[in-house]
Structures are given as C-alpha cells and as structure tokens.
C-alpha cells in the first residue's frame, strides 16, 4: 500500500527510526502531559515533580529540536512528495519544534523572564496543547493513502457534467 513519507520514515530501517521519530518523542511528550496535568491542577511552581516536568519539557524540546534540523536537512531535500496529504504530515510533524523550543527555552528562563509563575504556567500549557495538536494533525494526515487522496482528486477533476 502506498504511504506518506511520514508513515514510510517510522517503517524504514526497523525498529530505529519508528523509535527516534515517533517513541522517544511521544514517551517524553506524553510523561510531559501526565505531569502537566498535577502541576497545573496542583500550582507547583516547585518541588520534585515541578523538576520532573521541567526536564522533560527541556529534554524533549532540545531533542525534537535535532530532529527537525536532521529532517529539514537530510531528508526533506531529497522528498518528492506524494500529495497534498504528504506535505500537511510531514509540514505538520515538523511544525512541532516550534511549541516544543517555546517549552524548552521557557524552562531554561530565555523566554518569559518577567512574567510570573502563574504566567509562564499557562503559556507552558498553551505551548504543550499546540504540540498535541500539530502532532495529531501530522498522525491523522500521515496515516491517510496518498493515493485516495489523489485518485479522488483526479476523478473529480474528469468527471463531466
């Protein structure tokens, strides 16, 4: 069945990519979210778990962060793209390093300097709930056959009336 580069970068070279694009990034961004949840409900502006959250947030934003320079450099040169639907997931997937930087940079104090604790907490939130986003958009898009897409494009365009 034919895929979009996104699906056809996780399957190739089993099991690495699958687990350097997709698991290391959803682990991390799902413990991040796990722990947002007790940190936002909670108020912690500090304490062990506030630490946790920090961490992750920073690991995953500087990780994600060589992500997006390995792919927009290696990889999405040499693409010839399969659709509109292959450019919405992998334009998706990678429009994550924007939110995902916001957190990291947040948390290591670049950005955000002079609001307060409550402040930087929502704009983590909004920066974390952009991420989600994105990345569900890249999924749903990415698991769509290019071909569907294109076929039904092609037909619509052919038919008479």
């Given at each position: 069945?034919?895929?979009?580069?996104?699906m056809?970068?996780?399957?190739?070279?089993?099991?690495?990519?699958?687990?350097?694009?997709?698991a290391?990034?959803?682990?991390?961004?799902?413990?991040?979210?796990?722990?947002e949840?007790?940190?936002?409900?909670?108020?912690?502006?500090?304490?062990?778990?506030?630490?946790?959250?920090?961490?992750?947030?920073?690991?995953?934003?500087?990780?994600?962060?060589?992500?997006?320079?390995?792919?927009?450099?290696?990889?999405?040169?040499?693409?010839?793209?399969r659709?509109?639907?292959?450019?919405?997931?992998?334009?998706?997937?990678?429009?994550?390093?924007?939110?995902?930087?916001?957190?990291?940079?947040?948390?290591?104090?670049?950005?955000?300097?002079?609001?307060?604790?409550?402040?930087?907490?929502?704009?983590?939130?909004?920066?974390?709930?952009?991420?989600l986003?994105?990345?569900?958009?890249?999924?749903?898009?990415?698991?769509?056959?290019?071909?569907?897409?294109?076929?039904a494009?092609?037909s619509?365009?052919?038919?008479?009336?």
């Open positions: 069945m034919p895929m979009t580069h996104y056809e970068l996780l399957a190739t070279n089993q099991p690495w990519n699958l687990i350097i694009f997709m290391i990034p959803v682990i991390l961004a799902e413990t991040l979210v796990a722990t949840f007790f940190v936002v409900y909670a108020h912690q502006f500090t304490g062990s778990l506030r630490s946790f959250n920090k961490w992750v947030g920073t690991v995953l934003g500087i990780y994600f962060l060589g992500i997006f320079i390995y792919l927009t450099t290696a990889v999405v040169p040499s693409i010839q793209w659709g509109w639907v292959d450019v919405v997931a992998v334009g998706f997937y990678l429009s994550g390093v924007i939110p995902l930087m916001g957190i990291a940079l947040l948390e290591l104090g670049l950005v955000g300097r002079g609001k307060s604790d409550s402040d930087k907490m929502k704009l983590h939130f909004i920066l974390l709930t952009a991420f986003v994105v990345a569900h958009v890249a999924m749903i898009f990415g698991m769509v056959n290019p071909e569907l897409v294109t076929n494009a092609n619509m365009t052919n038919m008479k009336m």
